[in-house]
């Protein structure tokens, strides 16, 4: 039966099929003459109140009286960090109605705004909970000019001492200039930056003309012509000491920006960089139907940046060391570089051309650019394994969220912006591209390419949401998407399958597969996946199980002897495990099986079933030497080094130990190919307790001499010096001064001055680090501060650092005020993500008895960090 018809869906319909209250915002036509609306119409509207951040009833209200948005934003930057940065706005708006005051956007102190004049007129300044208000008395029905003085915002403008760059998602553009700070009141922007002489600039448009000023303090100013329409989160410059690099490729001008110094890594990426961009832009264009559709395609590569990508419009900015690689790279980073590059170009289209209207769909931008980026990915990086790429991305990070008791939906409510951060995570960026997969496949791939073209082609340039494009692609299938999309987009969770097999009369069998849902409700998610089972002769058949309800039966042909679920890679659940899998598993043919049956084993593994903590890792000690390919390889070191330190007493680790540490070694030399021993040698590292060991990486690391076979980087031998910093290694001369002095680029030398304190063998001194990080100065480098974290919470530390963690869940509500949007996750994850003793579970649920009104947001997050910790109470032994 067809839930939704072939129509649009209407706002009731799109409430049914959501689960939720679907708010269908109405802007008004950018083209339309403003329509006065007379007094008494307007007197029942509630005017939204004056509150902290961007409440969506104010968010409501503007896209229904304000269009045609413009600003015209000028920033003084100095050389020196701790000046301000003087600023003059020019907002132009156009009211249908102009009866109410408007309210502007601003998230920083009153004495930062200077003079305003509104349509000519100079007005009082009304800052209050955030916002600058313009009265209703200098307003006007059509288009109106507010002229704001001020000094700069700094929340968001990421200053160092010889660059800065802004990064404004998801409402932090009003943390540094009054803005309408909403996805849906899309604006142009005209930009000038003056900055001191030498440093390079690059913005959301083209630069229009630049001037040197000379005097005693030499600057340049950057005119920028007007953007693209484009959502204010969006909106982006990054100025400072960069090196320029331009390549024009399949007749494409593109513009690098870097501060990368070491020429062994500049010489082997610069070239790939810029094919992948060009090979991105090539397959959206002919995925899409639509020509990249914006002035202009540059980057910006940045040292430490918070995420590993933004997809600023003409800007993108990146993780540089993602982007920079040198001729050690693993072929796992090699994937890593080609993925987030093709997901930054993917949403040129989704997220850019087309925009949630409301960020509780900000997880459509991000699902569609990861699935875009997988797709991009298996056709620009030479013999890359498509299906293997999802499950070992998709799968370990999704699970790791959705097994928790604070997971979430893929989709969420949102009551205000101030709170979107939180949306964010893994459930958006590897569930969601899952269920995106299991749409696909449930539509047929052309009819799904067919209905993203339509919906990019409707809403260019322009808002949409998730029942809009429901309704685009339900017309394009028989398929009632109604249970589908329920459990799939609105609801947390998984299943878990069991199986039987009958039958045996004339060689016939049946397959049997059973689910429930996790949580015990009576859910049930469609889907369908395939079997792989194999005879006691060796003969292997993949059959495919289509889960439409609690129970399926599936013809094989055979007793089995070995069944592998999920054996493709696109089925979402706990799986069973049969013992008869955990002999010879590395026999199986299909590296992808492989893949699944890895990730099945330590699911099974943490919920407790099948199989304990030490009897997987001998089993993983035996595939060290026998796992072929690498990104295999990479999963099963991953958690073998997560069992050891997370699932393993101290006790039981100091017997594997020793066992474990020359296993890891005589697989590196057995394995002859490079990037496979170098992932080896890695997790020897990770894992080496033993003097013998440690005896070992010390003399690597002195003589800087790797292993015959493995090629380590200065990068390396950081990380390198940090294990054996962590362990207290007894070295003649304190190892950490030694490699700052060996490190040639500056911002690399700044990254690891910030972490030897978290590394020293002085608890004191440790606990003055920790101190520091209560101060959010401390906490400026937000990707400096996780790493510390883990080192200063390492398992070797715990004994003198669990005392840290009541002040660290303190800090949570600060951190996500103040921090990034992954900030909050990863402070959690960073500080618990190591712990297994009954004492550091036990504080965490005081704070959360001591806190019941919480925020339900943090409290999920918290949850989900914390989710090893507790099952570590009932699987370490």
Do not use: C
């Given at each position: 039966m067809k839930f939704l018809s072939h129509a649009a869906p209407t706002v009731a319909l799109a409430s049914l099929l959501l689960g939720t209250a679907a708010c269908q915002r109405q802007p008004i036509p950018q083209t339309a003459a403003p329509v006065a609306t007379p007094v008494s119409s307007v007197a029942a509207r509630p005017l939204p109140p004056v509150e902290k951040g961007v409440s969506e009833a104010l968010a409501t209200a503007r896209i229904q009286n304000i269009s045609r948005v413009g600003y015209d934003l000028s920033l003084n930057i100095p050389a020196s960090r701790a000046a301000p940065i003087e600023a003059v706005e020019s907002v132009s708006f156009t009211l249908r109605e102009a009866l109410d005051p408007v309210q502007l956007d601003f998230k920083a102190p009153t004495a930062n705004l200077h003079s305003l004049r509104v349509n000519g007129q100079t007005v009082e300044i009304d800052h209050r909970n955030e916002h600058l208000v313009l009265p209703a008395a200098a307003l006007k029905v059509g288009r109106n000019v507010a002229e704001i003085n001020f000094t700069a915002g700094e929340q968001s403008l990421n200053r160092n001492a010889d660059y800065l760059y802004t990064l404004l998602v998801p409402d932090r553009a009003r943390t540094v200039f009054p803005v309408f700070d909403q996805p849906d009141l899309k604006a142009t922007f005209t930009l000038a930056l003056t900055v001191p002489a030498g440093w390079k600039a690059v913005g959301n448009a083209p630069v229009r003309d630049s001037v040197l000023n000379v005097g005693p303090s030499p600057s340049k100013g950057y005119t920028f012509a007007p953007s693209d329409s484009i959502s204010t989160y969006l909106f982006s410059f990054a100025a400072g000491k960069f090196t320029r690099v331009n390549?024009?490729?399949?007749?494409?001008?593109?513009?690098?920006?870097?501060?990368?110094?070491?020429?062994?890594?500049?010489?082997?990426?610069?070239?790939?960089?810029?094919?992948?961009?060009?090979?991105?832009?090539?397959?959206?264009?002919?995925?899409?139907?639509?020509?990249?559709?914006?002035?202009?395609f540059d980057f910006v590569a940045i040292p430490d940046f918070q995420y590993g990508g933004m997809e600023h419009v003409g800007a993108i900015d990146y993780k540089a060391s993602t982007m920079f690689l040198d001729e050690g790279a693993t072929q796992d980073q090699v994937l890593a570089r080609s993925n987030v590059v093709s997901h930054e170009t993917a949403h040129m289209w989704f997220g850019d051309l087309v925009t949630m209207q409301w960020f509780n769909d900000v997880w459509m931008k991000e699902v569609f650019a990861n699935f875009m980026a997988d797709k991009i990915t298996q056709v620009a990086v030479k013999n890359s394994n498509y299906d293997l790429k999802f499950v070992i991305d998709h799968y370990p990070a999704a699970y790791g969220i959705d097994r928790t008791a604070g997971a979430n939906p893929i989709r969420q409510p949102l009551a205000n912006l101030q709170d979107a951060g939180s949306l964010y995570g893994n459930i958006i960026y590897h569930k969601a591209p899952i269920m995106m997969r299991q749409l696909e496949r449930l539509m047929g791939p052309e009819a799904f390419q067919a209905g993203l073209q339509e919906y990019l082609r409707k809403y260019a340039h322009g808002n949409a949401t998730w029942p809009d494009l429901i309704g685009i692609?339900?017309?394009?299938?028989?398929?009632?998407?109604?249970?589908?999309?329920?459990?799939?987009v609105n609801q947390p969770g998984r299943p878990v399958f069991s199986y039987r097999i009958s039958g045996g009369h004339d060689q016939r069998y049946g397959l049997y597969v059973t689910q429930a849902a996790e949580d015990g409700s009576d859910r049930l998610w469609p889907q369908e996946f395939?079997?792989?089972?194999?005879?006691?002769?060796?003969?292997?058949?993949?059959?495919?199980?289509?889960?439409?309800?609690?129970?399926?039966?599936?013809?094989?042909?055979?007793?089995?002897?070995?069944?592998?679920?999920?054996?493709?890679?696109?089925?979402?659940?706990?799986?069973?495990?049969?013992?008869?899998?955990?002999?010879?598993?590395?026999?199986?043919?299909?590296?992808?099986?492989?893949?699944?049956?890895?990730?099945n084993l330590y699911e099974n593994m943490l919920n407790g079933q099948a199989i304990k903590p030490l009897e997987l890792l001998t089993m993983y000690r035996q595939a060290l030497t026998r796992e072929p390919e690498e990104l295999n390889l990479k999963l099963l070191t991953g958690q073998a080094s997560a069992i050891f330190w997370q699932f393993l007493s101290p006790a039981r680790r100091a017997a594997v130990g020793p066992g474990l540490e020359q296993d890891l070694w005589a697989a590196m030399l057995k394995n002859p190919a490079a990037n496979s021993k170098k992932l080896l040698f890695k997790t020897y590292q990770s894992v080496a307790l033993t003097k013998a060991a440690q005896a070992r990486l010390y003399d690597i690391w002195q003589a800087e001499k790797a292993p015959a076979g493995v090629k380590l980087t200065e990068d390396d031998y950081t990380a390198l010096a940090l294990a054996l910093a962590v362990r207290d290694y007894p070295a003649a001369q304190p190892i950490l001064p030694q490699q700052l002095t060996r490190i040639k680029n500056?911002?690399?030398?700044?990254?690891?001055?910030?972490?030897?304190?978290?590394?020293?063998?002085?608890?004191?001194?440790?606990?003055?680090?920790?101190?520091?990080l209560k101060d959010e100065k401390g906490r400026d480098k937000e990707a400096w501060v996780t790493s510390a974290l883990g080192y200063l919470h390492h398992p070797l530390r715990q004994a003198t650092s669990e005392k840290y963690l009541p002040a660290s869940l303190d800090l949570l509500e600060e951190i996500q005020l103040t921090g990034d949007i992954f900030f909050p996750y990863s402070w959690l994850q960073a500080t618990l993500g190591s712990y297994q003793t009954p004492t550091a579970a036990a504080t965490v649920r005081s704070f959360l008895t001591a806190h019941p009104d919480y925020n339900p947001k943090l409290r999920a997050k918290l949850l989900q960090a914390a989710d090893d910790l507790f099952r570590a109470e009932k699987l370490v032994r």
């Open positions: 390549r024009t490729l399949n007749g494409r001008s593109m513009t690098l920006l870097h501060r990368e110094t070491d020429p062994t890594k500049l010489r082997p990426s610069l070239g790939p960089i810029f094919q992948l961009h060009a090979d991105a832009l090539q397959f959206m264009e002919q995925y899409t139907g639509i020509k990249y559709p914006f002035q202009k692609l339900d017309a394009r299938t028989p398929a009632d998407l109604q249970a589908w999309n329920q459990v799939w395939e079997v792989l089972v194999e005879s006691a002769s060796g003969e292997q058949q993949q059959v495919t199980v289509k889960m439409d309800g609690a129970e399926k039966g599936t013809r094989i042909p055979f007793l089995p002897k070995r069944i592998v679920f999920n054996s493709t890679g696109v089925g979402y659940g706990v799986f069973p495990v049969a013992p008869a899998l955990l002999p010879d598993l590395t026999e199986i043919k299909s590296p992808v099986a492989r893949a699944a049956a890895y990730v500056a911002d690399r030398k700044q990254r690891l001055e910030f972490l030897m304190p978290a590394l020293s063998p002085d608890a004191a001194t440790r606990d003055t680090f920790f101190a520091s």
